[in-house]
Every structure is written in structure tokens, then in C-alpha cells.
């Protein structure tokens, strides 16, 4: 029989009302503060006590994901999460150990307690506004301009030829195409299109895995760490990139240590070479499939496969099996280029570093800032300008983004935090900028040490 905190744990045959009706165990800060331990976690969730050790490696957003909250307060990140409570709660309550003390604050640290009721007064306020209801017919139509080009692309070789013209106009258009997959995936994988999540995965894994070639499960893995601890080394996967590119704090670090693998204060250069055009064909390529591998995937393996089969049965009649090689290469560095440009200049020139263990509210808000809106940059975008909304609440359709964004803009005004928006190609040259300053910060310190 399982004990108070353990999965299956529950009253004995002999125990009565009495027993059922035992307090909690109560904890202070200074008690759940050491479990933060590989195997020893525990976190709380509306002022109650869990023990994650053992559950985390059954977390279907995967164990890292849930860890990075160790001896934390998860209640925000439980909530922006996590779209049906009361079903997630389910699997909660065996874990359950215990609850803070009376006396506790619900946060550790020194962490702005008017802020995060503020900010989860707003979020009620947009749950009563129905922003967390998605539009049907708004992702019928992304899913269809997707189809659309798939087709345009090869009608276009079929109906004029391989040449020189046909072909560069295809591989923009299958470009655009791979783009805007990502966008939807995004979405399906936030369970924001959806109200069932089982949809939301299934129809994510169509289209990652078929229409992109790429698994739904890697994805995932990587993309809610960087959601979890946004700019957070060693949390969030997509700053956690020394040594080849220094970013924010690991720029000192490495100029103190003496650590030179490469000339970082010419990286704002060699990003151009490396960065925008090889992520998503090489480094992309590389570890998704050893993911798949690696974690067993084998379903997503099958729908990868699947996208490799309808690409190259498509154009090896026309090309021949080099040429839609070629061809296929083409598409993804051009995708790459939008990837890394439109995921990064919301991130990159924004503050990196060491988990400061703030609230859910001033960790996203220090992380991210917007781009300035209009039809084509939001369709352009994938509505990713809107980076602030979604950070706070990406369990939101992105339709819904500009309707909660000027809340959001009042609760930073409220509490004296920056709400950042900028051009588009201020905040594309405010990544090489980022890059050439964290470069400098690395040379100084390793000159001057």
C-alpha cells in the first residue's frame, strides 16, 4: 500500500473518518528548499506540497520540464501549462505530501507578491473574456494556405520544368510552406487549437511529422524548457549554446576562465555563416533524429519517414534523385533563415543568464519583447511578435494575442516594467547587435583578467 505522497497511496482498510480527515503535514521554505535534487524534488502548487522524484520521468512534458521548478512555486507555470485543471489535479493528488505553513508567503524569496496577484487577476480576466477559445476556422485556413503551396510548388515544376526559374520559385514557396508549419505545429503543441489534448498531439504530429519531417515529441521536449525558464543556461535549450555562439553572462565567464574555442568577438560574423543557414539542415536534422532514436520514438519516426517518402517520390521524376536533394536542401536552408530570425529577435537581445528564481510574470517579461504588429508581420510570424502574450499565456490561440495585450501593457505600467516593442528589422539587426556586444564583454574579460 502506498504512502502519503506516492502513487497509489491511500487509506488502509482500517483507517476511518477520523484518520481521512487528518491535516496535512505543513512545511516552511527553509524545508522544501534543499529538495531540488536529481531524484529528490518536490515543488509547490497553490500553497500545497509535491513529491515529483519518483513521477517527473512520467511526465508527459518530460522530466526536465518539471524539474526546473524544483523547491519552487509552480502555480503560474502549473496554470499557463496546462488548459484542464481538474484533470491534471487527478494526477497530482497521490503525489501530494503536504502544504505550507500558515505563515509561509506563497512565494520564495524576494519575489513582488502584488505583481503576481495582479497578474493572475488578469489572467482570470481574460479566461472570463473567453481568450483561451480558439477560432476553428482560423486554423482551418492556416492548415489549407499550407496544403495550398505544398501543391502550387509541385504544380509549378510540373507544368514548366525543372528549370532554373520554376525551380527557385517552387523552393521559396515550399519555404514559406515549412514556415508556416512550424507556426501550426507551434500551436498544436501548446494544446491551444484544440480543447481535447489528444487532438492537439495527434494533429501535431501530422503535422510536424508529415508536412515538416521532424518529431513532435523532440519538438515538445526542447521548446516547453525554453517556455519553462526562457533565458535560463542549462534550463532553456535554446541559449544553452556556448561554446560555439557566448550569450549574456557566459560571455564574462568564458573571458574569466580564459576559454577561447572560437574568436567570439567576431561571432556577430560568423552567425551569418553558421547561424541562420545550417540551424535547422544540420543542427535541427542531427538531433531530432537522434531523439527519435535515442527516446524510442517510433511512431514519430514513421511520420518523419513519411514526409521523406512523399518529398523525394515527388520530385526525384523530375530532378532525379540528386537534383531533389539539391531542391530539399534549398527549402531548409531558406526555412532556417526565417527560423532563426523570427524566433530570436524577441530573445537574443533580451537578458541571459543563471536561474534567478523569479515569479512566472517577471521571468517571461525579463526574457521576451514584441515586434510591432500588422497583417503581414503577424501572418509572417506566425503571430510570434506577439512574444510577451505568449509567453505569459501560450495555452492562448494567437488570434487572441492583440485582445489581451493591452492588459498585459497595463499591469507593466502598473509595476514599472519595461513593455518592449519594436520594428522588425530593429529587432533583426538587434540580434547581431546582441551578439557583437557579448562578444566584447568576452574579449575585455579575457584581455583584462
Known sequence: MGGVGEPGGGPGPREGPAQLAAPLPTFCWEQIRPHNLPGDKWLVIERRVYDISRWAQRHPGGSRLIGHHGAEDATDAFHAFHQDLNFVRKFLQPLLIG????????????????LVEDFRALRQAAEDMKLF?????????????????????W?????????WVPSTLAALILAISQAQSWCLQHDLGHTSVF???????????FVMGQLKGFSAHWWN????????????FHKDPDVTVAPVFLLGESSIEYGRKKRRYLPYNHQHLYFFLIGPPLLTLVNFEVE????????????DLLWAASFYSRFFLSYIPFYGLTGALLLFVAVRVLESHWFVWITQMNHIPKE?????????ASSQLAATCNVETSLFIDWFSGHLNFQIEHHLFPTMPRH??????????????????????????SAFADIVHSLKESGQLWLDAYLHQ
Request: glycine letters at 6%; charged letters at 15%.
Open 99 to 114: 502544504e505550507l505553513a500558515p505563515e509561509e508567503p506563497s512565494q520564495d524569496g524576494p519575489q513582488d507578491a502584488q
Open 133 to 153: 477559445e480558439a477560432k476553428p476556422t482560423f486554423f482551418a485556413l492556416l492548415l489549407g494556405h499550407i496544403l495550398a503551396m505544398e501543391v502550387l510548388a
Open 155 to 163: 504544380l509549378i515544376i510540373y507544368l514548366f520544368g525543372p528549370g
Open 195 to 205: 480543447r481535447k489534448s489528444w487532438w492537439n498531439h495527434m494533429a501535431q504530429q
Open 221 to 232: 521536449f526542447r521548446h516547453f524548457q525554453h517556455h519553462a525558464k526562457p533565458n535560463i
Open 288 to 299: 531530432n533524429l537522434a531523439y527519435m532514436l535515442v527516446c524510442m520514438q517510433w511512431m
Open 352 to 360: 541571459i543568464g543563471h536561474e534567478k528564481h523569479r515569479d512566472w
Open 400 to 425: 487572441n494575442y492583440h485582445k489581451v495585450a493591452p492588459l498585459v501593457q497595463s499591469l507593466c505600467a502598473k509595476h514599472g516594467i519595461e513593455y518592449q516593442s519594436k520594428p522588425l528589422l
